[in-house]
């Protein structure tokens, strides 16, 4: 389940084997958000083409899986494609879904121009479109980077076709100093051609005379009365909190993309039940070295499994892929396992330097909307534990309907999960019955 | 170039774009407004995710700008709240 890096790297595996494989995907073609790419162009990653036109796998795009229940004759997926359920049942499960951005609110946060950095990274690479003229790039992590570079680079190619074109990035601001590296001391070390990827980088923004601005974020967002255009305060942010010293600014722009990182998508792994720990705050899918779940027959990989980024999606792919075929044990999987392990340290020590303040809603006096689909702000949701009883994301949602609307608590469950960690008391694990949009007349058949 | 109507305005579009990608290009961004407080919401999370960027295709609600191929045979209204 799921045709990004870690799916495609087991489907590779699995492949060069005589086992017949489906792989489902929710989206028109594979890739996953990281090799996301155009209709029209080839597919980003070299070393996987043949695995796509491979005859031993079979392609479900477009389909979108909302049950599955484990027998004993095999684990039955329902999924959804062209309007019709799919009934199928296999021996091996593969969970490779991935992960949602996670975005943090902020006043403002709503209005028309504000958007993830993913969206503006897909709107740059998938449809050759720079939204605005006047950009900010804000929020906390890694992903801020290959965000910044596809736009530095369409941006130069839309003054070169079009001299007339004034397309800027006015503002790019991180949360965390960058002496918070030193907490990542033993992944750099591990990791050496991390620190190049990094030099190269900010020698590019150099080179464009633009800079990161470190320990800063943006508290609040107002229209103003010209066309579009938003005016943004942005606040030194030390520990935890906003702080005055020294002064904040504030700035015109258009287009905002912001980004505090990502959050495992377990919309699957909940539907299975499968047994969850938290790592750096994050809720994330328990697997062992051989990315076996808490369930027979499941195996999980990629970000449900701790955020990583793609290169460790490949490895716990095929990992995975290995333990399937009954090669946990051989020496082509034991090689994968210490790299995976020298990544995964890097990965860890980037969550402790990028870790999203869990008091970010207390960054403005002002309310803010948290959950986007049912219009429930902040101030509500701690209402509904400090005067109504709740003591969960579950039992906020009940009285709020915080996470009740159209997408399903995806954009808004990490945010709350924060809120009721502050202000709760019972479990904030999340748990849904039911994995997607799905009519009446197809559960009732 | 080939259009899609939004509302009453002809929208141009290229081959293999979304609908939100067309409508942005053209300068709009109110996709849609919201149940509670007529809130104008745009394309958000851009990969299908967030429903925020949803609108009213040949009469259907809830369809998501973001995932949807522009298409001459489309006829788009912005969605007011469920309609």
């Not at chain 1, 900010?136 to 003054?159: C, M």
């Not at chain 1, 050496?192 to 980088?201: G, L, N, Y």
């Not at chain 1, 722009?253 to 990182?261: L, M, N, P, R």
């Not at chain 1, 949602?397 to 915080?402: G, N, S, Y």
Request: proline share 4%; net charge positive.
């Amino acid at each position: 389940m799921g045709a990004g890096p870690a799916g495609l790297a087991a489907a590779r595996i699995l492949s060069e084997h005589s086992v017949s494989v489906d792989v489902f995907d929710q989206y028109p073609r594979a890739g996953g958000q990281y090799w996301r790419h155009a209709k029209n162009e080839p597919f980003p990653a070299e070393s996987f083409k043949t695995t796509l036109t491979s005859s031993r796998l079979n392609w479900l795009f477009e389909c979108s899986i909302w049950q599955i229940e484990s027998e004993k004759s095999g684990h039955t997926i329902y999924a959804i494609q062209n309007g019709r359920t799919i009934e199928r049942t296999y021996d091996a499960l593969l969970i490779a879904t991935g992960a949602i951005e996670r975005p943090l609110p902020i006043p403002g946060w709503t209005l028309p121009g504000v958007m993830t950095a993913g969206a503006l990274q897909s709107l740059i690479k998938g449809q050759g479109l720079i939204p605005g003229e006047r950009i900010v790039v804000a929020g906390s992590g890694p992903f801020l980077f290959p965000v910044i570079e596809s736009l530095q680079k369409s941006i130069q190619q839309s003054s070169s076709s079009n001299p007339s074109s004034d397309i800027r990035i006015v503002g790019i601001f991180e949360a965390r100093k960058l002496s918070r590296w030193l907490l990542n001391s033993v992944g750099l070390l591990l990791n050496p051609e991390k620190v190049i990827d990094a030099m190269r980088f900010l020698i590019n923004l150099k080179r464009e005379k633009l800079r990161v601005t470190t320990g800063r974020v943006i508290t609040s967002i107002k229209d103003t009365n010209s066309k579009n255009v938003k005016r943004i305060s942005v606040m030194p942010l030390k520990g935890e909190k906003v702080s005055n010293n020294p002064t904040g600014q504030e700035l015109d722009c258009d287009v905002i993309a912001i980004s505090y990182g990502f959050t495992p998508d377990l919309t699957i792994p909940s539907i299975l039940k499968l047994k969850t720990v938290n790592k750096e705050d994050d809720e994330i899918v328990m697997v062992d070295s051989n990315q076996r779940s808490s369930k027979l027959g499941v195996w999980a990989a990629g970000e449900i499994t701790g955020i990583g980024g793609h290169e460790i999606a490949i490895r716990e792919g095929e990992i995975a892929a290995l333990d399937i075929l009954g090669k946990g044990g051989s020496l082509t999987s034991a090689i994968r396992k210490i790299d995976r392990w020298r990544k995964q340290i890097f990965a860890t020590g980037l969550a402790r330097v990028y870790k999203v303040s869990k008091r970010w809603f207390e960054w403005n006096a002002d309310d803010v909307v948290v959950c986007r689909c049912e219009e429930v702000s902040r101030d509500e949701i701690i209402n509904s534990f400090r005067e109504l009883g709740a003591d969960s994301v579950r039992t906020s949602k009940l009285f709020t309907r915080a996470g009740m609307g159209m997408c399903q608590g995806r954009l808004c469950h990490r945010n709350v999960q924060d809120i009721a960690r502050v202000f709760g008391s019972e479990s904030t694990k999340i748990s849904r019955p039911i994995g997607g949009a799905v009519t009446l007349g197809e559960l009732s058949d | 170039m080939k259009h899609f109507k939004f509302d009453d305005e002809n929208i141009p579009f290229h081959d293999g774009e979304s609908v939100a990608a067309a409508l942005l290009r053209a300068g709009k961004w109110r996709f849609r407004e919201t149940r509670k407080t007529k809130e104008d919401r745009s394309l958000f999370c851009g990969i299908g995710h967030c429903f925020d960027c949803i609108v009213v295709v040949n009469g259907e609600i809830n369809q998501r700008a973001c995932l949807l191929e522009a298409d001459e045979k489309l006829s788009i209204r912005k969605q007011l709240g469920v309609n």
